[in-house]
């Protein structure tokens, strides 16, 4: 069977713009208009809605107290999981007065590094790790402590966020603490959703609707924050609905996607946790995934917030965007006019209204005859011959 060709290698296609047409949600609070560049340099619209908010290391008291503790009695292990986490916390203990009582004490202990961004923090203050795994896998640190024994050992983990249900970090300090450790949480890079939460309902609102074609997480907080909101305004099911079909979840690596895959959602990552990875997995999977409709001699694909029409974006208002989605969930299939009513936003029951709508989805798109009239029964997609060869059953 011969492999997928991407759209950008496709006859007419642009090859500089992959992600033309694709609207795509960015959930990331640092790094933001980065990677919201890396993606609208090829084509994307970006919807940015931050999903955390980032507490200042400086202001946080529990990560004051945590490290004084460490100073005072230093553990017998500490586990650097990020490098932004680590390089903050000896930034936020210069702050206090603690940096250099820090480091000493660090430096009695075995220190572990779940990553090359960790080992590299941890060489930049003058420390060194014993180990790290070549994974980049929290589970592998896990379990290598475990295979040498914690019971009785003071361990200090540094966690990725504030503990959530989402959250992958406090399964591990709890399997230390079922072992027998004695577990020291450090509560570095901590999160709290942001204090304005208009921005990541209409992110949501969006998943669930379909005008979005993929929502892009680089942090397991940011994951374990918008199923917070979800869950808090009552859309948990309705939005992992989406995420588990039409809706690509990108990730930036399988930490970041721990979170929805324990909730049976498929996630899609680079093979490298870098954002520029990120971008350019995301220019490969998205066209690859994009559905192509052949309809009375014209290639149609049905976007989150367009409809691209033999290579050309049409940007199609709400109403003709519900009409275009219902046509193109099942190609060829008559939709009744009922159903198609049932799409449109506040139109009651007049059926009229689905011919005036269609009027005017047939002039955006420039394809009026696309679009086919089913006398007494609605519309359908007017597929060209060799398409409706699979789709016979759906003749009237």
């Known amino acids: ?3 997928p060709v991407s759209e950008a290698g496709r006859p007419g296609a642009d090859s500089t713009e992959p992600l033309k047409g694709f609207t795509i949600g960015v959930t990331a609070a640092r790094r933001a208009d980065e990677f919201a560049t890396l993606l609208t340099r090829r084509g994307a ?54 940096a250099e009582e820090l480091t000493a004490a660090l430096r009695t202990t075995r220190m572990l590094a779940r990553g090359p961004k960790a080992k590299g923090a941890i060489r930049a203050a003058d420390l060194r790790e014993e180990w790290s795994p070549a994974s980049e896998s929290s589970a592998e640190v896990l379990d290598h402590l475990l295979a040498e024994g914690v019971e009785g050992v ?27 450790a ?15 939460q208009t921005a990541m309902d209409r992110m949501i609102d969006l998943t669930i609707s379909g005008g979005l074609d993929c929502v892009s997480f680089t942090s397991a907080p940011a994951v374990a924050s918008m199923l ?36 049976s959602v498929a996630t899609s990552m680079p093979g490298r946790a870098r954002l520029g990875a990120l971008a350019r997995h995301i220019a490969d999977e998205l066209p690859r995934r994009a559905n192509r409709i052949h309809a009375d001699g014209h290639n149609l694909s049905v976007r989150g917030s367009c409809v691209v029409v033999d290579g050309e974006v049409k940007q199609l208002p709400p109403a003709s965007m519900a009409l275009m989605r219902a ?46 009239t089913v006398v007494k029964r609605g519309y359908r997609l007017a597929l060209d011959p060799a398409e409706c060869v699979d789709n016979a059953g759906d003749r009237p």
Not at 75 to 89: C, Y
């Open 327 to 372: 046509l193109a969930r099942q190609p060829g299939r008559v939709v009744s006019r009922e159903n198609l009513l049932a799409a449109l936003p506040g139109c009651g029951d007049d059926t009229h209204a689905v011919e005036t709508a269609i009027a005017r989805l047939r002039s955006s798109l420039g394809t009026p005859k696309a679009i086919q």
């Open 1 to 3: 069977m011969p492999e």
């Open 154 to 180: 003071r361990i200090a983990v540094q966690l990725h966020g504030a503990t959530t249900e989402w959250e992958p970090i406090p399964d591990f300090c709890e399997v230390l603490r079922c072992a027998g």
């Open 228 to 263: 917070m909101r979800a869950k808090e305004t009552g859309h948990i099911e309705p939005l992992l609905y989406a995420l588990r079909g039409r809706v690509l979840a990108a990730c930036v690596g399988p930490i970041t996607a721990a979170p929805l895959e324990e909730l």
């Open 182 to 196: 004695e577990v020291i949480a450090v509560p570095v890079y901590r999160w709290t959703p942001p204090a304005d």
């Open 45 to 98: 619209n970006v919807l940015h809605a931050p999903a955390i908010r980032i507490i200042p290391l400086s202001d946080d008291t529990e990560l004051e107290r945590v490290t004084r503790e460490i100073v005072a009695d230093p553990p017998d292990i500490s586990v650097a999981t990020t490098g932004i986490g680590f390089r903050g916390w000896v930034e936020a203990a210069d702050g206090w007065g603690l």
